[in-house]
């Protein structure tokens, strides 16, 4: 098992930037495929970004391609989500999750979730 703990959240006008963190514990970081997630008002939890154990591979949710990098530094058991040109659809919980086998993309296959990150990005 792995813990995780999302930090760096908060509140931002429209085209501003912020980093989230995402701080691991237990079992050693670099077994684990990582993924975030984010989860408006009223709707269902949904893809973000997503890293191989490794960093050589990632992949982006549409809606965030060229304004969001995910990476990770495996020494500092530390997942990053870096968020430009934040706009006001981008306000949700962000979540980051793991999971031991592969690269994944649909929320039921993390079985390790934090408790989430609030981000809210005024207009």
């Known amino acids: 098992q792995v813990q995780l703990v999302e930090s760096g959240g908060g509140l931002v006008q429209a085209g501003g930037s912020l980093r989230l963190s995402c701080a691991a514990s237990?079992?050693?970081?670099?077994?684990?495929?990582m993924g975030w997630f984010r989860q408006a008002p009223g709707k269902e939890r949904n893809f973000v970004a997503v890293i191989s154990r490794f960093g050589r591979y990632t992949d982006y949710a549409d809606s965030v391609k060229g304004r969001f990098t995910i990476s990770r530094d495996n020494a500092k058991n530390t997942l990053y989500l870096q968020m430009n040109s934040l706009k006001p659809e981008d306000t949700a919980v962000y979540y980051c999750?793991?999971?031991?086998?592969?690269?994944?993309?649909?929320?039921?296959?993390?079985?390790?979730w934090g408790q989430g990150a609030q981000v809210t990005v005024s207009s």
């Open positions: 999750a793991a999971r031991g086998t592969k690269v994944a993309t649909e929320v039921g296959e993390y079985d390790n």
């Open positions: 237990g079992r050693t970081f670099s077994t684990y495929y």
